[in-house]
């Protein structure tokens, strides 16, 4: 059950109480009445809350339920809230509810978040097993009968990544952090769409189709 309007989680509130650490926080929950002003006109019962997660920060994490007391989770990066917000306007809104207006299509039960794997090994079985055939699955059916690249390694940084491309743009990759694309799952949220509209930008920007 998700607690109220708004809560910050331990992690969050135990900060020193400086400025700054004051100013972030009034940040932040600015931002999380934002996105409940944005999908109240589409979803009148909406509640949420704001976690801290130790890679990706601070994600605001949202849920619906509708006339048939079914809910449905959803949740947000910081940086993706901030740049929807800053134009303002109901397209943030309409963004942000596309999400569960998707969820309720295919879930007609209702949809919270799944609970988080219970190890590393269960993780990788996971991103093995299912990630990687449903992103994969996606590309090969969107970019049919284009041949693609896959390629799973380390950036710079270490940081295992899923590289894809196709084979008549040998020269470009787009790159995508396994662990975002999971994170992504874990919210409820479709990674392929990330690397669709990565790979057609890629294609655009090589000027092929």
């Not at 989770?73 to 993706?80: M, V």
């Not at 569960?100 to 097993?129: C, H, Q, R, V, W």
């Not at 710079?156 to 590289?163: H, Q, R, S």
Request: aromatic share 12%; glycine share 6%.
């Amino acid at each position: 059950m998700l607690e109220g309007d708004y809560t910050m989680n331990n992690d969050m509130t135990n900060t020193n109480n400086n400025d700054n650490t004051e100013v972030w926080d009034s940040l932040m929950k600015t931002i999380f009445q934002k996105g409940l002003a944005s999908l109240r006109p589409f979803f009148p019962n909406v509640e949420g809350l704001i976690v801290n997660d130790e890679k990706f920060g601070q994600i605001f994490i949202y849920r619906v339920t509708n006339d048939f007391k079914k809910s449905y989770d959803c949740g947000f990066f910081l940086r993706e809230l901030a740049e929807q917000f800053q134009d303002g306007g109901r397209e943030a809104g309409e963004w942000m509810a596309s999400f569960f207006y998707e969820l309720m299509k295919t879930n007609k039960f209702g949809k919270e978040l799944p609970a988080p794997p219970e190890s590393e090994e269960k993780e990788e079985a996971f991103i093995d097993d299912v990630l990687f055939p449903h992103c994969l699955g996606a590309v090969s059916e969107e970019f049919a009968p284009l041949r693609i690249t896959g390629n799973r390694g380390l950036d710079d940084n270490l940081t295992p990544v899923l590289e894809l491309g196709f084979i008549d743009i040998p020269s470009e990759k787009c790159v995508f952090p396994i662990h975002y694309l999971y994170k992504m799952m874990q919210l409820n949220r479709d990674p392929s769409e990330t690397i669709l509209i990565a790979l057609a930008k890629l294609r655009q920007k090589h000027g092929v189709e």
